[in-house]
């Protein structure tokens, strides 16, 4: 859809996409983070089978999420006079309707999206996964035809709306179909100490909102004001691509948040530590073949798709895979902190984070371009949620010492490091030209050294003797 987008439509337009993503990621900050909050609440009462708990709590999600849509619509028009401040030397026409209707596609779908919740809490995400890509590929295949047809801007957002609202309603109605008591009217009041927990929860949650915006929703607008719309087309494709692959792995690690919540309130503390263990170490293995692909293909696939004139130079795609590496290399540590509900205890982390982000990004931005929004996620990771998140879930939930955390943890950098050295430089003495024959070709290089070099390094740790016994037993995997 991508493809068919850049060549039917003026690189503004994609740039303008960006653009209004992170400004409606922004507005989003009116959910509170009460969603995770009430999540969380959801874990105990489906355990226990406590329907009654359940209904109030669906209810309280009904209510909040009706407000949220309400006050994100109207908070969003409340920008639209100010919209020409976050735009560098654009003369698109009709922006601030395109920014209306884009405003509308985000506010309408909190309507119905607070059942999925539901499914996401009781281990039931697949459910909610099917919807979602369903809805993602018709979204797409109307998109590519109506602009092969008839390349509008107002038309793909138009279908946008369109399909956002019927998604969300039909994952809506199954819901109600998995949990018929869900249209039970007879709904009991909630439990005074649930309510606090969940208070308590949303108040860490606004601090979590608020770091989580200035970090992934600001570097579009930071780009627009200082660089240009050219510059954030460029910069979203390559987005989108990490985004991708990043939304594929989140698809995993939410799907076993649940279970994971269950371990830790049933499980020992050295069950607890095992499994974070093996965690952590798929995590890092995920991490070095996703990361060792990006830094040898990343242009070549960015050429072969849209083509040369949309490339950034090696320099800026290197940072953007270090700091993508240093952001999927947290999953397992904030897999473990939702599951354990630690939002309180490092509520004061991601305020932090922020600032710095935003100060450094913006600094370095006006001084050094697109590669100083980059540089400026980097720090403020490392300056806080590197070292805050596990030494936050060590103190509070998982019997692990930080310096054994972070043995481990710079010993799979190390690795990763090498290997993606190696396999670019093998890659440029195999493969010259840039075609797909070769590009398939160098996935097929990367997986296999990739994937070689960590099990033959790790294969007699107690995390891999664990993940071969599971392939065996689970999953019928005889030959490992």
């Known amino acids: 859809m991508r493809l068919v987008f850049v060549r039917s439509l003026p690189l503004e337009y994609l740039g303008i996409n960006g653009l209004f993503t992170n400004l409606l990621a922004m507005l989003s900050l009116a959910e509170l983070g009460l969603g995770p909050a009430i999540v969380y609440s959801l874990y105990k009462p489906l355990a226990e089978k406590d329907t009654e708990t359940i209904k109030a709590l669906m209810l309280l999600f009904q209510k909040a999420y009706n407000c949220i849509a309400i006050l994100i619509i109207g908070a969003g028009l409340c920008v639209v006079p100010w919209l020409g401040w976050f735009i560098k030397g654009s003369a698109v026409a009709d922006i601030d309707w395109f920014y209306i209707f884009f405003l509308l596609n985000a506010g309408v779908s909190y309507f119905y999206s607070y059942k999925r919740n539901l499914l996401i809490a009781d281990q039931k995400q697949y459910i909610n996964s099917i919807y979602q890509s369903t809805g993602q590929i018709v979204l797409a295949v109307l998109q590519i035809i109506s602009l092969l047809i008839y390349p509008s801007y107002w038309l793909y957002i138009i279908l946008m709306i369109l399909v956002t609202v019927s998604e969300n309603y039909a994952a809506a109605k199954k819901a109600d179909k998995v949990y018929p008591y869900l249209q039970d009217t007879n709904v009991q009041s909630l439990n005074r100490g649930i309510k606090n927990t969940i208070v308590r929860n949303t108040k860490a949650m606004i601090a979590h909102k608020i770091g989580g915006m200035a970090v992934f929703s600001t570097a579009n607008l930071i780009l627009a004001k200082f660089v240009g719309l050219v510059a954030v087309g460029l910069y979203s494709n390559y987005s989108l691509v990490l985004g991708a692959a990043n939304s594929f792995a989140s698809q995993f690690f ?69 700091n993508f590496y240093l952001m999927y290399m ?78 481990d943890y710079f010993k799979y950098t190390a690795v990763t490091f090498f290997t993606a050295v190696f396999s670019k430089w093998l890659y440029g003495k195999l493969f010259i030209e840039v075609t797909i024959i070769n590009f398939v070709l160098g996935v097929g290089l990367c997986l296999l050294l990739s994937n070689t070099i960590w099990i033959v390094l790790f294969r007699k740790r107690e995390e891999m003797k664990y993940l071969r016994d599971v392939a065996r037993d689970k999953f019928g995997m005889k030959f490992l």
């Not at 600094?363 to 590197?386: A, K, R």
Request: charged share 20%; with cysteine; proline share 1%.
């Open 330 to 407: 947290r999953k397992a540590v904030l897999t473990f902190r939702d599951a354990s509900g630690l939002y309180w205890e490092d509520r004061y982390k991601p305020l932090a984070e922020a600032v710095v982000n935003l100060v450094a990004s913006v600094y370095l931005t006006i001084h050094c371009g697109v590669i100083g929004v980059i540089w400026g996620s980097i720090i403020s990771t490392l300056l806080t949620c590197f070292w805050v998140e596990p030494y936050v879930l060590f103190r509070n939930s998982i019997d692990i010492k930080l310096k054994d955390y972070f043995k």
């Open 254 to 322: 939410s799907s076993i948040t649940a279970g994971i919540g269950n371990l830790i309130a049933l499980e020992s503390d050295k069950k607890k530590a095992d499994i974070f263990k093996v965690t952590e170490f798929m995590v890092a293995w995920q991490a070095m073949i996703v990361g060792c692909g990006f830094y040898v293909l990343f242009n070549v696939l960015i050429e072969l798709w849209l083509g040369k004139q949309f490339l950034f130079d090696d320099a800026i795609v290197t940072w953007l895979i270090i």
